[in-house]
Nanobody
């Protein structure tokens, strides 16, 4: 059974850090780009970061650049994102997405999604 599962969310104070993880089962991340998206209450889902299939190329949304770091481990079939200097505006449900043949920022290019992990940043 194909499954993508996020973990690592929680409640943190403004300026704090969290590390989100994403694991796939029943399918391999290796040949594909992987990405993080997020959705805050009452807002559209937005792209956060993408990493290509080798891990050598990464791209970030402007609002997280310099604060978030995406990485992947193809041997473990996992992906993670370190989030530093968190702000209340980062509060959202974060989703891992895999299966894109290109390192895309478009949600429609990704075939496999997790159910999300909640990140709450208190001011």
């Amino acid at each position: 059974q194909l499954q993508v599962a996020e973990s690592g969310g929680g409640l943190v104070q403004s300026g704090g850090s969290l590390r989100l993880s994403c694991a796939a089962s029943g399918f391999t991340f290796k040949p594909y780009a992987i990405a993080w998206f997020r959705q805050a209450p009452g807002k559209e889902r937005e792209w956060v970061a993408t990493i290509n299939y080798t891990g050598a190329w990464k791209r970030y949304a402007e609002f997280v650049k310099g604060r978030f770091t995406i990485s992947r481990d193809n041997r473990q079939n996992t992906m993670s994102m370190r989030m530093d200097n968190l702000e209340p505006e980062d509060t959202a449900t974060y989703y891992c997405a895999g299966g894109s043949i290109r390192a895309s920022v478009k949600a429609t290019d990704y075939d496999h999604w997790g159910r999300g992990t909640q990140v709450t940043v208190a001011s």
